[in-house]
């Protein structure tokens, strides 16, 4: 994983000054050094030496987690203050932190930018928030319209979530790329990750983090009409269907993709493209599962028991048993998000008026809305074709489902672990060959030739740059 393919750092170079707990000199040279994240470091550094929690040196510090897409990506957009020594009330140590993260596999990328950066530079304000809001307001005021902006560009829903959900999120996410031999790419990723390996003082609000008991939805209707919710308006098969190839009706031209009328074969076909690697049909239950948790902390435990009901029915075997493909093929949320995939012969919407993709979510919400307490079932084009129920009873209706990725994990020694070393694969991360020796070319993707014990070549050091990822 190159530097260059996954970065997407905001070139920012204001530091916070001295905080608490950092010397006089720790203070200077942390003001005076180009990289903000510096300080951040020496924060993280003292919280973990002392065992102290995250309020010592962060008098506030807020989350949200982001609805995700169809590709399974969500985000952890958070808000830290810094707890400046010389001025306990100044937001001048104030930043925004973005992690990206993937529901079945690694960190895609992070984002940061202090908000005194904001607050000087409108044209970064601009960029970063969707307008210029001004001069001198609250961190608060940058933080919230910053996911305003990804809500009505995106058709993001946010939810405020407390620190040990977003810390659990991270952990879980560090530990498949651990299982898979993936690194974090840069020094951005391992502090803005490393912030979440800290205590806290806040409560215990078992209620957030805890998922509630499955149940099944009460009609394939309910279900429906759930999935077209404005934060579901991007969770769809359609990436699947164009970069997979497997629907050649999927014409696309430029960035724009001309979406077909379903029918009965496309369907069919759609979903055995969704369900052709392992790839895919863990991508699937990890977006069930992360949903229940998004409607967890909407208080919305009805919703999220319905789809732990319909996870649970696709986790009976393992992945690439027939049974499992079988039931994925069967299931009813996985047809239903791939008729939204698809366009409706005998029920078109002309595009919104409202502007925005967030305002286009909620004028087609509303529009399938009306036209389900008409007809009372799915739109006419989709009711012949989509054959799914809801899922049988599986026996397995304990509220605590263990991540199908296995047990969270010290964020900290992750982070080291998931530390790049020249003694390993520039691509993958593979560390040793098959036999156990030091690479001559990586056994798992055989695209790196790495060293035994010299110094790295000059075409590994341009396919670390130009190629990993």
């Not at 102290?52 to 040196?57: C, H, T, V």
């Not at 040990?164 to 391992?190: D, F, G, P, Q, T």
């Not at 004028?363 to 809305?369: D, F, G, S, V």
């Not at 307490?373 to 006419?380: D, F, I, T």
Request: charged share 25%.
């Amino acid at each position: 994983m190159g530097k260059k393919t996954r970065r997407s750092r905001a070139k920012v170079s204001a530091a916070p000054s001295s905080s608490t707990g950092l010397s006089p000199s720790q203070g200077q040279q942390a003001g005076a050094c180009d990289d903000p994240l510096v300080p951040i470091k020496q924060l993280i550094k003292i919280c973990e030496d002392t065992n102290a929690p995250i309020e010592r040196n962060f008098s506030r510090h807020i989350h949200s987690i982001s609805s995700c897409n169809g590709s399974g990506v969500f985000t952890i957009a958070s808000l830290f203050v810094v707890r400046l020594s010389n001025s306990p009330g100044s937001e001048d140590g104030a930043f925004i932190s973005n992690l990206c993260i993937r529901v079945h596999d690694n960190l895609r990328n992070t984002c940061y930018v202090p908000v005194s950066s904001l607050k000087g530079s409108p044209d970064l304000c601009a960029k970063f928030c969707g307008e210029d809001i001004g001069r001198n307001l609250p961190a608060e005021a940058y933080y919230n319209k910053y996911l305003d902006d990804m809500r009505n560009r995106m058709a993001l829903g946010f939810q405020r979530a407390p620190y040990k959900r977003c810390a659990i999120l991270v952990s879980e996410c560090l530990h498949r790329m651990r299982e898979n031999n993936k690194m974090l790419a840069n020094k951005e990723e391992k502090i803005l990750t490393r912030l979440f390996a800290l205590d806290t003082q806040e409560g215990n609000d078992t209620d957030t983090i805890s998922p509630p008991t499955p149940s099944p939805a009460p009609s394939v209707n309910e279900l429906w009409i759930t999935l077209n919710r404005p934060e579901y308006l991007n969770l769809n098969a359609i990436d699947d269907l164009v970069d997979g190839r497997f629907i050649p009706e999927f014409n696309t031209e430029g960035f724009q993709v001309q979406v077909p009328e379903l029918t009965k074969p496309l369907f069919n076909q759609s979903l055995e493209c969704i369900t052709c690697d392992n790839y895919k049909r863990k991508r699937w239950i990890g977006i069930l599962q992360y949903m229940s948790i998004y409607h967890g902390l909407a208080r919305e435990e009805e919703v999220a028991s319905w789809l732990l009901w319909e996870r649970n029915s696709l986790t009976v075997h393992p992945l690439d048993h027939p049974e499992t493909i079988s039931a994925m093929k069967r299931n009813v949320v996985l047809q239903l998000l791939v008729c939204k995939s698809f366009q409706c012969g005998t029920f078109r919407l002309p595009y919104p008026p409202t502007p925005g993709e967030w305002g286009r979510a909620i004028w087609l919400y509303q529009r399938y809305k009306v036209n389900l307490e008409y007809y009372g079932s799915l739109p006419p084009g989709y009711r012949s074709i989509v054959t799914a129920k809801i899922a049988e009873d599986t026996g397995m209706h304990d509220s605590n489902i263990a991540s199908a990725e296995g047990p969270a994990v010290n964020i900290t020694r992750a982070i080291k672990a998931l530390s790049s070393t020249k003694s390993s694969c520039a691509v993958c991360g593979a560390r040793r060959a098959q036999d156990g020796s030091k690479l001559s070319q990586c056994s798992k993707c055989y695209s790196a030739l790495e060293f035994k014990g010299g110094s790295r070549s000059k075409d590994h050091k341009y396919l670390k740059v130009k190629e990993a990822g």
